[in-house]
């Protein structure tokens, strides 16, 4: 288990320089690859609550820094991903301008006079 979450870790750091490259599709690969340990953890996890694996204390304490310094990881990840949006949203608004300026609505009507008189 420890050996997992350890790899774990490594993604995490991986996926900060990836975010940080801007280098989306690394990131989609480490983003599965993360999935498939995220399953094996959660597959001993099942096995250490049914009682067929367990875990001495020397692991619980080796793994507690690590899960920590997952979680601070994940947190900071998190963070890039949603700087890297709001810029994403920011540069799409100024290129691409608001829907409502190129219908027009009741008030283009209400503010221009259309006459039909040739």
């Not at 999935?35 to 096995?47: D, F, G, H």
């Not at 601070?72 to 409502?100: G, K």
């Amino acid at each position: 288990m420890l050996t997992l979450h350890k790899r774990l870790l490594e993604l995490a750091y991986a996926k900060e320089q990836q975010l940080i490259e801007n280098d989306m599709a690394a990131f989609s690969t480490l983003v599965k690859e993360e999935a498939k340990l995220v399953r094996q953890i959660s597959q001993k996890e099942a096995e250490r609550l049914q009682g067929t694996y367990e875990l001495d204390d020397e692991e619980i304490e080796e793994l507690r820094p690590v899960l920590f310094e997952l979680k601070r990881q994940n947190e900071l990840n998190a963070t890039l991903l949603e700087q890297s949006l709001r810029y994403i949203t920011w540069h799409l608004d100024m290129i691409m301008p608001e829907a409502d300026d190129f219908t027009y609505g009741q008030q283009a009507f209400e503010t221009r006079s259309f006459s039909r008189d040739v």
